[in-house]
């Protein structure tokens, strides 16, 4: 690849890093780990400035040099000799914009444990990743392996494939324990995100780590402002501009850099939107917002209040009654709530892509009570009926309507609104940023690590939008023009998900 002046520095000291570990990435050579823990290193830039095609280059190159990249879902306990590498981000949503980009990554909770597979299941996983000869289990038939090793080519997830096969996570997996090995290189996206205890675990977790970062994000909730990479040495951290080349003709980007000039104040600001507006279709101002976008892609706000109030818009627009939810619905999966004793389970979920973060299409009650089907956005897949417990919200209500309430399973929020710190690490084709809610951050005067907070909010909603923006202006929500409904997705079966407890 040809890379800018900046992104070729960056690359040299990481191959001087990875040269230092064992890994010389200029001749594709390997050698056995020895060189003790190495400085971190961060890599920071803001949107557009070429951060993950620099991660996905050294990524591909670590992998055609014999590096071998370590799956959340399974690891071999064969080759203990083999180096290996994670590309790890701090939330599900940040790791599944990275696999949609072709990298593999996975989250940093699902590589600091690891799962505990049963003798029989484990023998499928080694034929699956082309470590053993192709099995027979008792009660598994040879057209079940080969539906089991057709997904895995596809899609490289043992519990996948084993999930294809007809088994649930609980007949294969034992158990969770802490990783006790450490592994060898680690790539860090969206490292904004972490917070100073997550940071100390991967530093003991890895003999070589490099951080991938944007600054001028929003800083971890609870936290001093300030983020990890920070308080590294200024030697260590490696800054990339913006790569004009790539990036110089998207006016959201231009809008999200201009979020960096001191001199731009709320209304400043606002007027460079709406000069993008009249030159480029890619950039909208709406003084409604659009009922209809909001069943695939949320409405962006910074204050829960605001979210809660857009969620009760779009319900009562769409006629949705207030204690059942309709076809076509958006949700998001706000977490697994199952006894420690079940915790295996979870893989049942995470097998399918339910996952916290993850966003969801309601399609319908579910064959017995407590269950929903639910078309599970992003997942290959992607149809599911699982144990719900579905929350929704409204204005003025303490607590929530209960639509869907399992004893335990996978616990959903309505997803047509939501928080851009909830947001990051998301992006969709086309977002509405509300706008009155940034003026209100503006004109609270509240700041972030010494920048105004409305910037860091506006720089995250603005680069949450892929191919177009839509900067609605008003207290104001356009009628949808079309029922809500679910045509629009693929249609596959459901196979259900077993949440319950054991006998």
Same mark, same amino acid.
């Given at each position: 690849?040809?890379?800018?002046?900046?992104?070729?520095?960056?690359?040299?000291?990481?191959?001087? %890093?990875?040269?230092?570990?064992?890994?010389?990435?200029?001749?594709?050579?390997?050698?056995?780990?020895?060189?003790?823990?190495?400085?971190?290193?961060?890599?920071?830039?803001?949107?557009?400035?070429?951060?993950?095609?620099?991660?996905?280059?050294?990524?591909?190159?670590?992998?055609?040099?014999?590096?071998?990249?370590?799956?959340?879902?399974?690891?071999?306990?064969?080759?203990?000799?083999?180096?290996?590498?994670?590309? %790890?981000?701090?939330?599900?949503?940040?790791?599944?914009?990275?696999?949609?980009?072709?990298?593999?990554?996975?989250?940093?909770?699902?590589?600091?444990?690891?799962?505990? @597979?049963?003798?029989? @299941?484990?023998?499928?996983?080694?034929?699956?990743? *082309?470590?053993?000869?192709?099995?027979?289990?008792?009660?598994?038939?040879?057209?079940?392996?080969?539906?089991?090793?057709?997904?895995?080519?596809?899609?490289?997830?043992?519990?996948?494939? %084993?999930?294809?096969?007809?088994?649930?996570?609980?007949?294969?997996?034992?158990?969770?324990?802490?990783?006790?090995?450490?592994?060898?290189?680690?790539?860090?996206?969206?490292?904004?995100?972490?917070?100073?205890?997550?940071? *100390?675990?991967?530093?003991?977790?890895? *003999?070589?780590?490099?951080?991938?970062?944007?600054?001028?994000?929003?800083?971890?909730?609870?936290?001093?402002?300030?983020?990890?990479?920070?308080?590294?040495?200024?030697?260590?951290?490696?800054?990339?501009?913006?790569?004009?080349?790539?990036?110089?003709?998207?006016?959201?980007?231009?809008?999200?850099?201009?979020?960096?000039?001191?001199?731009?104040?709320?209304?400043?600001?606002?007027?460079?939107?709406?000069?993008?507006?009249?030159?480029?279709?890619?950039?909208?101002?709406?003084?409604?917002?659009?009922?209809?976008?909001?069943?695939?892609?949320?409405?962006?706000?910074?204050?829960?209040?605001?979210?809660?109030?857009?969620?009760?818009?779009?319900?009562?627009?769409?006629?949705?009654?207030?204690?059942?939810?309709?076809?076509?619905?958006? %949700?998001?999966?706000? *977490?697994?709530?199952?006894?420690?004793?079940?915790?295996?389970?979870?893989?049942?979920?995470?097998?399918?892509?339910?996952?916290?973060?993850?966003?969801?299409?309601?399609?319908?009650?579910?064959?017995?009570?407590?269950?929903?089907?639910?078309?599970?956005?992003?997942?290959?897949?992607?149809?599911?009926?699982?144990?719900?417990?579905?929350?929704?919200?409204?204005?003025?209500?303490?607590?929530?309507?209960?639509?869907?309430?399992?004893?335990?399973?996978?616990?959903?929020?309505?997803?047509?609104?939501?928080?851009?710190?909830?947001?990051?690490?998301?992006?969709?084709?086309?977002?509405?940023?509300?706008?009155?809610?940034?003026?209100?951050?503006?004109?609270?005067?509240?700041?972030?690590?010494?920048?105004?907070?409305?910037?860091?909010?506006?720089?995250?909603?603005?680069?949450?939008?892929?191919?177009?923006?839509?900067?609605?202006?008003? @207290?104001?929500?356009?009628?949808?023009?079309?029922?809500?409904?679910?045509?629009?997705?693929?249609?596959?079966?459901?196979?259900?998900?077993?949440?319950?407890?054991?006998?």
């Amino acid at each position: 690849m040809e890379y800018s002046v900046d992104q070729a520095r960056a690359r040299d000291r990481i191959e001087a %890093l990875l040269a230092a570990a064992g890994v010389d990435l200029a001749e594709g050579a390997l050698r056995p780990a020895g060189g003790g823990r190495q400085p971190t290193l961060a890599v920071v830039g803001k949107a557009g400035s070429g951060k993950t095609m620099l991660l996905a280059d050294i990524v591909r190159r670590l992998i055609a040099a014999g590096v071998e990249p370590v799956s959340a879902d399974y690891e071999s306990r064969k080759a203990r000799t083999r180096r290996t590498l994670a590309v %790890l981000a701090p939330t599900n949503k940040a790791a599944s914009v990275l696999r949609g980009r072709g990298v593999p990554a996975t989250t940093i909770h699902r590589i600091l444990y690891t799962p505990l @597979y049963h003798p029989d @299941y484990e023998a499928i996983a080694e034929w699956l990743t *082309g470590k053993g000869d192709r099995p027979k289990v008792e009660g598994l038939s040879e057209a079940a392996l080969d539906r089991a090793m057709a997904f895995y080519r596809l899609h490289p997830s043992v519990p996948g494939a %084993l999930a294809t096969a007809g088994l649930r996570g609980s007949d294969f997996i034992q158990g969770w324990k802490r990783r006790e090995e450490p592994l060898d290189i680690g790539l860090i996206d969206e490292a904004s995100m972490l917070d100073a205890r997550l940071y *100390g675990d991967l530093r003991d977790l890895f *003999g070589a780590l490099v951080l991938f970062g944007d600054p001028a994000q929003l800083a971890p909730v609870g936290g001093t402002g300030g983020m990890v990479f920070d308080d590294l040495p200024e030697e260590a951290r490696l800054t990339l501009s913006r790569v004009h080349r790539q990036a110089a003709d998207s006016p959201i980007l231009d809008l999200a850099h201009a979020l960096g000039d001191p001199a731009v104040d709320f209304y400043a600001f606002e007027e460079l939107v709406r000069q993008a507006a009249r030159r480029d279709p890619r950039v909208v101002v709406a003084e409604r917002v659009d009922a209809g976008a909001m069943a695939r892609a949320p409405v962006l706000v910074w204050r829960n209040t605001t979210r809660v109030r857009l969620i009760n818009a779009f319900r009562v627009a769409h006629a949705a009654p207030p204690d059942a939810l309709l076809p076509g619905e958006p %949700l998001v999966c706000d *977490g697994i709530e199952l006894p420690l004793k079940h915790r295996k389970r979870r893989m049942d979920l995470e097998a399918r892509g339910l996952i916290k973060g993850a966003q969801t299409i309601y399609l319908g009650p579910g064959a017995r009570p407590g269950f929903a089907r639910l078309y599970v956005v992003g997942s290959e897949d992607p149809r599911v009926g699982v144990a719900s417990i579905i929350q929704i919200e409204a204005p003025g209500q303490e607590e929530p309507t209960i639509v869907t309430a399992a004893s335990m399973g996978a616990v959903f929020l309505h997803g047509a609104a939501v928080t851009i710190h909830k947001a990051q690490g998301s992006q969709w084709p086309e977002v509405q940023v509300f706008a009155p809610d940034l003026y209100a951050a503006a004109q609270s005067g509240r700041s972030e690590a010494g920048v105004p907070l409305w910037k860091r909010l506006a720089y995250v909603a603005v680069t949450r939008a892929e191919e177009r923006l839509f900067w609605v202006t008003r @207290y104001a929500l356009a009628r949808p023009k079309a029922p809500l409904g679910v045509e629009d997705l693929a249609r596959e079966p459901a196979r259900p998900l077993t949440l319950e407890a054991d006998g």
